[in-house]
C-alpha cells in the first residue's frame, strides 16, 4: 500500500546517498513540501540513509541489479529521478581485474554492465502506471560528438545509449527528459586511479595536468 501526500506526488530518487541523487532530495525536502520524498539505496541502515530519514525522507532497499525490487521500489511513484554511479562499476573491476574479458578494460567493462542496468532501470520504470516524468541523470556521447575521432569514453558513451533506449521505449519516450551535469571538479581527488596526475607545477601554480582518459 502505497501512503502519498494530499497532492499525489511521490518522487522517487536513484542513489539516494550519492552526490546527485542526496543532493535532489534535499532540494524538494526544502523547498517542495508538496511530494513526498523516497530515496533508494542498497544500504538503508547506513549513515547517509538515516540523514535522509531525518528530514523526512523515506529510504527504500533496492538494487539496480534487481529489476523486481525496483518494481517494488517504483511503485506509486509519479517522478523518478534515475542516475547510475559508473565510477563504482570501474572501481569493482579495477580491484578485481578477474571480471575482464580478453580485450575489455575496466571502462569497457563498466560501460557493459551498466547499459544491463539501464535496461532493468528502464523496464522497472515502464511498468509504473502512475509514472509522469523520469529524469536520467546523462552525458552526450564523445564518440557522436566527434563523429568517430574520440572513442576511448566509453562510461560517457554508454549514458548516451541508455537516452537513446529511453526514448525508443513507447512508454517512457514521452515521459523522459535529460540531465546532462558533466564531471565533478573533485573526481580526480576523490578517485586518483582513475585521474591520475601526471603532471604539476610547483611551486607557484596550483594547477595540475590530468590524465583522464
Not at 98 to 124: C, D, M, R, W, Y
Request: charged fraction near 15%.
Amino acid at each position: 500500500m502505497v501512503i502519498t501526500n494530499s497532492h499525489g506526488k511521490v518522487l522517487v530518487v536513484l542513489g539516494a546517498t550519492g552526490t546527485q541523487g542526496g543532493a535532489v532530495l534535499r532540494h524538494f525536502a526544502k523547498h517542495h513540501h508538496d511530494f513526498e520524498l523516497k530515496g533508494i539505496t542498497r544500504k538503508p541502515n547506513s549513515a547517509a540513509s538515516e540523514a535522509l530519514k531525518a528530514i523526512s525522507v523515506q529510504v527504500l532497499q533496492a538494487d539496480l541489479h534487481d529489476t523486481a525490487s525496483l518494481r517494488r521500489a517504483f511503485d506509486g511513484a509519479t517522478h523518478i529521478f534515475a542516475n547510475i554511479d559508473s565510477v563504482e562499476l570501474i572501481m569493482s573491476t579495477i580491484q578485481d581485474p578477474s571480471a575482464l574479458a580478453p580485450g575489455q578494460t575496466p571502462f569497457t567493462h563498466g560501460a557493459k554492465l551498466e547499459e544491463q542496468l539501464g535496461v532493468n532501470l528502464i523496464s522497472a520504470a515502464a511498468e509504473t502506471p502512475t509514472l509522469e516524468r523520469i529524469i536520467w541523470s546523462t552525458f552526450p556521447s564523445p564518440t557522436k560528438c566527434s563523429q568517430g575521432k574520440y572513442t576511448s569514453v566509453p562510461h560517457f558513451d554508454v549514458k548516451a545509449t541508455i537516452a537513446d533506449l529511453f526514448l525508443a521505449n513507447p512508454i517512457l519516450g514521452p515521459k523522459v527528459s535529460f540531465l546532462n551535469i558533466g564531471l565533478y571538479f573533485d573526481m580526480p581527488l576523490r578517485n586518483p586511479a582513475l585521474y591520475p596526475i601526471t603532471k604539476v607545477f610547483k611551486p607557484s601554480s596550483t594547477v595540475a595536468w590530468l590524465n583522464i582518459y
